[in-house]
C-alpha cells in the first residue's frame, strides 16, 4: 500500500473520530505528497525513496519549530508540533537508538580509514547515505564528532 492510500485511510479514520490534530497532520503529509508528484520531472509518480526524504524533512520542520516554541514558552504552539511529530513517526521507519548509530558510525570509520576531525566531512557522506532514514543527522553529526575529536 502506497503512502498516499495509507494517509487517505488514515484521514477517513481522523474525521470519523473528529481527531483535530491527527488530521492536520495527515493533511500537511498529503499536501507534501501532491507538491512531490507535481516537481517536473517527478511525472505524477513518486518513490519510496522520496517519500521518505520529505517526511525526514517534515520532521525536521516540526523538531525544530519545537524546540523554539519551548525556548519561548509557547506550550500551546509545542503542543502542536508534538501531535504533528507523533502522526509523521508512525509513517517513517524505526528510529535507531544512540547505541545502533555509535556501532554504524564505528564501522564506517573503520572502513573509510578515518582517524581525526579532518575526515569527518568523508565519514559523514558515508554514514549520512548509510543511515537514511533511519537517524536524525543532528545526531548522526554529533556521534561522528566526538569519535573523531
Known amino acids: 500500500m502506497s503512502l498516499e492510500s495509507k494517509v487517505m485511510e488514515e484521514m477517513k479514520e ?10 492536520r497532520s495527515l493533511r500537511a503529509i498529503k499536501a507534501e ?3 512531490a508528484k507535481t516537481d517536473p520531472g517527478a511525472g505524477g509518480v513518486i518513490d519510496e525513496a522520496t517519500e521518505q526524504k520529505f517526511l525526514q524533512k517534515m ?8 524546540e523554539i516554541f519551548e525556548k519561548q514558552g509557547r506550550a500551546d504552539l509545542a503542543q502542536k508540533e508534538k501531535e504533528e511529530i507523533e502522526v509523521i513517526e508512525k509513517f517513517l521507519p524505526k528510529q535507531m537508538s544512540e547505541d545502533e548509530i555509535k556501532a554504524a558510525v564505528s564501522a564506517i570509520i573503520a572502513e573509510t ?5 579532518a575526515d ?5 557522506g558515508v554514514a549520512s547515505k548509510q543511515l537514511a ?3 536524525d543527522g543532528k545526531t548522526i553529526s554529533a ?3 566526538s569519535m573523531l575529536g
Do not use: C, F, H, P
Open 33 to 35: 505528497i501532491i507538491k
Open 14 to 23: 481522523a474525521m470519523k473520530a473528529k481527531n483535530e490534530a491527527v488530521l
Open 120 to 124: 569527518m566531512g568523508k565519514v559523514m
Open 143 to 145: 556521534i561522528v564528532k
Open 133 to 135: 532514514g533511519k537517524a
Open 59 to 66: 520532521m525536521k520542520q516540526r523538531k525544530d519549530a519545537l
Open 113 to 117: 580509514g578515518a582517524t581525526s576531525g
